[in-house]
């Protein structure tokens, strides 16, 4: 399944749908068929034939975004230094399929001989790498590892060696202390001059989708929304007897049994008439009449989902959700199309989020805005499209948009619900997308209507 739900925004269509007018009964027209409440589950690859596929991809990274990244940068050279169970961030996307960790230490080298030469790849490590990189550390003939890195620094005489260190973000900050020391100590003076940081080669590693990886991404987030579907239906929540811890360990077991991968621990949020905020923290029991939230992340081929959807218990002789908590997922989706019609490359997220919310806001929304780039990691490298306690500024927000990153899109409206007695709810989402540079497209669609739970 390599087909995208396309979604086409410009600055005119984005203003066509999102008129302002007063009070908070803000109308858009979804942009977008939604996505299927219950798809069927795409099929997996086995093990051997997905480590297959990701070093496969791998070289064709190492063949066109490496070498972009440097020269776009001008870094001649990029040394990433890790020992094993404490992995530079970026280190862990570059090991082969059967390297899980970075054996003893591995330090790898990225150097680029200029003239449209391929970047060499090298490894100094006792192991090595399979046929991804070329060996370069005999422990018989050089026993001091550190020595050899200076060696291979020295033979080469790169202007510029970017090393992973950053007070802004964990992506580009995997060099631990005693390994920046050790390596810096073993270089000379003039080496040391040459240090820069790898903070645009790091981010732009980890933030960059290939085509080849968005023709699979697809499947993985079609797997999310058919485990949401069965999750959201009759046959798990029993309305009177199951919880919301239950059904969070539903989620998780369901997971873990298809083979897929989590990145973080599911939660279920229980709104209900009546009762202010939210249901989570303790188990509590899902009746009739609940809107139920889930946030949830799945892992497959080293690409990471990030969803929320939102599901109502029917009550009896009911067949939707009462029409406020519908005008309240019809908000979310105005906030959406708020949000994605200001992807512009070279904008930065803090310009993104102030040019959405005010937007929204003209158009009578209420909008919380907290959106983040997808895919090695599920809080992934790159820009932030603001935090949900913060609504103007954020520090990794000043990082400029580029093009070929996948986003999730996260964020909230908050409408007062009649049928609830005025009661204000926060309509709660996070869908998957996909930003070429030109157009932004839901990767699997998006929801644009309720899960029910109940006899229909």
Known sequence: MSRFKA??????????????????????????????????????????????LRDQWLM????????????????????????????????????NATNLRARRRTILIFFDPGQGKPIER?????????????PVWDMEKQPDQWARVRELIAARNPKKIALNTSSLTAFADGMTHTQYTDLTAAMTPAMRARIVPGYPLAIGWLETRTRQEMERYAEAVRAAHAIIGEGFS?????????TNEDLVWWYRQRVSELGFGSWFHPSVEVTRKGTPGVLRERASVIQKGDMLRVDFGIVYLGLNTDTQHVAYVL???????????????RDNNCVQDAVTSEFRVGATGNQVLNRARAKAIAAGLRPTIYSHPIGYHGHAAGS??????????????EYKLRPNIAWSIELMATRAVPEWDGQQVDFKSEEDAFFDGQTIGYIDGRQTKFHLIGEQ
């Open 7 to 52: 979604m086409t925004l410009g600055s005119a269509a984005a203003l066509a749908l999102l008129t302002p007018h007063a009070g908070a009964t803000a109308i858009c027209t979804p942009t977008q068929d939604e996505a299927s409440m219950s798809p069927a589950m795409p099929s997996i690859l086995p093990l051997r034939d997905q480590a297959a």
């Open 315 to 329: 009550r009896d002789g009911e067949t939707d959700a009462p029409a406020g908590l519908r005008a309240g997922l």
């Open 384 to 397: 932030s499209i603001g935090l949900s306690e913060e609504q103007k500024f954020v520090p990794t927000g």
């Open 122 to 134: 090298l490894v100094v490590s006792k192991h090595g790498m399979g046929d991804l990189y070329t």
């Open 234 to 242: 009759a046959k798990v929540v029993k309305p009177g007897v199951t």
């Open 60 to 95: 064709q990274r190492f063949d066109t975004v490496l070498p972009q990244l440097m020269r776009e940068n001008g870094i001649d050279m990029w040394v990433l230094v890790a020992r094993e169970y404490l992995e530079d961030p970026v280190m862990t996307t570059m090991l």
